[in-house]
C-alpha cells in the first residue's frame, strides 16, 4: 500500500524553482523571481500540536519547560511553545528533522487542519495593520509572544518572533478551510509594499540569522 500524499491547502500564483519531497509533503523550498521581500511562505508541512492538560504548570515537552503565562512563548531546539490559556499550549516545530507524535493523550496533532504561515520582513507592520487591530509591536512584552483573536476577520494564532526594524516576523495558524481567503487577504495588503511568496529557505534563512 501506497504512501498517504499530504497537500497543503495555501496555493501561490508563482512558479517552484526547488521543491523537495518530505514526510508526504511536497515542499517548496524556493520560487522564481523571489525578490528583496517581505515574503510569504507557507510552513503547512511543519508539525503543529495541541496540547491540552489540566496541570500544565510545570509541564516539560521536548525536553522545555512549557512559559508559565498565558501569552509567553518559547523558541528552544527547533520548537517554538506558546502558552495559550491555563490548560492548553500549542507546539510549533520550527527546524531541523520531523519529530515524532508525542506518545501523551494531551497531544493532538493539528498539521493537517490547520494552515502555518511565516509573514516577513521590511514593513511588515505596516501590511499587518490592515489586517488586524491586534499590537504586534506591544512594546511591554518580550519577543516571541502569542496573540489570539481576529486576522482578516478569522480567527488566529499569531506569534511575534521579532519586531526589529528590517527584519520583523511574525508566524500565524488558522482553520484549513480559510486557506484561500486568508492568503488573498495578505498578499492584497501587501501588494504596495511588493510582498512576495517565497519558499521554506526563505525562512530558514531568516530564522538561522536572528537566531545565531
Known sequence: MGSILRRSAVSFDAAPAKTEERDNWSVVLEYEDEGAGPYVVDLSHRSRWDLQDAEIGGVQTMGIRLPDKPGQCVFENGFLINRMNRTQASVWHLS?????????????????????????GQDLFAILEKLSALDFLDSSRQTPFLLQGPFSHLPCQIVTLDKTPGRSAILMTCSRGYA??????????GMEFKLRPAGEQAFSSWLNEVIS
Do not use: K, N
Not at 493523550?105 to 511565516?118: G, H, M, W
Open 96 to 120: 531541523g528533522e520531523t519529530p515524532a507524535l508525542p506518545d501523551d493523550p494531551a497531544f493532538t496533532d493539528i498539521t493537517d487542519s490547520t494552515v502555518f504561515l511565516a509573514v516577513f
Open 180 to 189: 484561500r481567503d486568508m492568503v488573498g487577504a495578505i498578499l492584497e495588503a
